[in-house]
């Protein structure tokens, strides 16, 4: 597996490589700014991005926010000694996929590379899917109707793609959370119906608010 790791504590940097190649046996690339962590994130191929959420050119939050606006789809877990819930729901919001709160066991930060790296391993079959009129670019994180861009924010943009990539089967809210927010998060399945009703909201000028159904107990499916 390939990691890169951005961290500008050069002891924790060094004890986190060493552990990560010794325990893993993980290919690791190792930067200490946020710009380099961009860099190095767009200009090759890794399974699972670990960012610092301070660093010394900015938070490791901008940087993961300018990497998903870039396009970057790759997996972006974030270590923080912040623990409060709009910490972790700022983090979450900017396209991190899950974090790991400081201090932390090395076994800790391994699951979750894991499990980060089980998600990231899910076949892409196309980086552009078509439904409806509706065109989503995975690599793009865009969405259009009828050449008309949908502004999405992450949350939203990863339910549809999750749902157009699932398109006529039923997926659980608890699969929905765990696919998008985490296997442990501590957001309660209402956050899924809450998203749901705000990109419905969005769709509705084109038409297509219905595009996605309830599944009344269970959870939902995508038509079309």
Not at 24 to 49: E, F, K, R
Request: overall charge negative; hydrophobic content about 40%; glycine content about 8%.
């Amino acid at each position: 597996m390939n990691i890169l790791l951005a961290e500008d504590d050069a002891r924790l940097g060094e004890l986190i490589v060493h552990m990560l190649k010794r325990k893993a046996g993980y290919q690791v690339d190792w930067v200490m700014t946020g710009n380099d962590a961009c860099d190095y994130a767009l200009a090759s191929h890794y399974d699972v991005l670990i960012m610092d959420w301070m660093m010394p050119d900015g938070s490791g939050v901008d940087a993961c926010r300018r990497l998903r606006k870039s396009g970057y789809s790759g997996a972006v877990l974030m270590l923080t000694a912040r623990d409060s819930l709009e910490d972790r729901v700022e983090g979450l919001d900017a396209g991190a996929d899950d974090y790991v709160i400081k201090p932390f066991e090395i076994s800790e930060l391994l699951a979750r590379i894991r499990a980060l790296s089980r998600r990231n391993y899910a076949p892409i079959t196309e980086e552009v899917v078509h439904f409806q009129d509706i065109k989503l670019n995975r690599t793009g994180y865009s969405v259009q109707q009828g050449g008309i861009a949908i502004q999405l924010t992450p949350r939203e943009f990863q339910l549809l793609d999750l749902l157009a990539h699932n398109k006529g089967q039923v997926l659980t809210r608890e699969v929905i959370l765990d696919r998008i927010w985490g296997y442990d998060t501590d957001v309660s399945a209402k956050i899924v119906d809450a998203t749901v009703k705000l990109l419905r909201k969005k769709l509705e000028p084109f038409g297509s608010e219905e595009l996605i159904q309830s599944i009344r107990g269970v959870g939902y499916k995508l038509e079309g």
